[in-house]
């Protein structure tokens, strides 16, 4: 990847920062920090599309219709949807084992509505998304937690080498 790259993915970074920055000061919107790993197939490794899918798949079958109830989908509700920025991680090698394969998981800043807040934070923790994948069997672990603009920064750290990162609701939002 050459300089200009990394500098435009950097300025990229930091826009996404000041954006949630915005939402949270000046529009009613509470920041969440959510990790979601998910279960290694026995023998085959996820690239970042089938991850991806996963996420998008949990997202918008699961989580958004937990977190609005129903008729999310309507343009009436667009305006409840957290805007939420997603990218992708590698885990972090681990020493006592040898085939480690790279196991990407999602890094996830929500900028949540403040008429959603009270649904969401019922999710704060670790591991309360596991309910939603029970049937797909697919979400190893999750973790979510209060957070601020600095996140994006750490979340998107890997954006250099996965840079298809994910944004929720994909159209207009406010």
């Known amino acids: 990847m050459n300089t200009s790259q990394v500098t435009m993915n950097e300025r990229i970074r930091e826009a996404w ?5 915005d939402l949270s ?9 959510m990790t979601v790993t998910y279960k290694p197939y026995q023998d085959k490794v996820y690239k970042d599309n089938h991850v991806n899918t996963f996420f998008k798949n949990f997202y918008m ?4 219709p937990y977190l609005i109830n129903k008729n999310y989908h309507r343009v009436s509700k667009r305006y ?12 972090e090698p681990k020493a006592d084992m040898n085939d480690f394969a790279i196991r990407l998981h999602h890094h996830a800043v929500l900028a949540v509505h403040d008429e959603t807040v009270s649904r969401m934070d019922t999710l704060i923790g670790d591991n309360t998304l596991i309910q939603f994948s029970e049937s797909e069997n697919r979400i190893m672990t999750s973790n979510i937690q209060y957070s601020d603009a600095d996140t994006v920064m750490y979340s998107s ?18």
């Open 17 to 21: 920062k000041g954006y949630m920055n």
């Open 61 to 64: 079958h699961k989580f958004l």
């Open 157 to 174: 750290h890997m954006m250099n080498k996965y840079s298809d990162y994910m944004v929720f609701p994909n159209r207009g939002c406010e």
């Open 80 to 91: 409840l949807q957290p805007i939420s920025l997603v990218f992708l991680e590698e885990h």
């Open 25 to 33: 000061s000046n529009h009613n919107r509470h920041l969440y920090f």
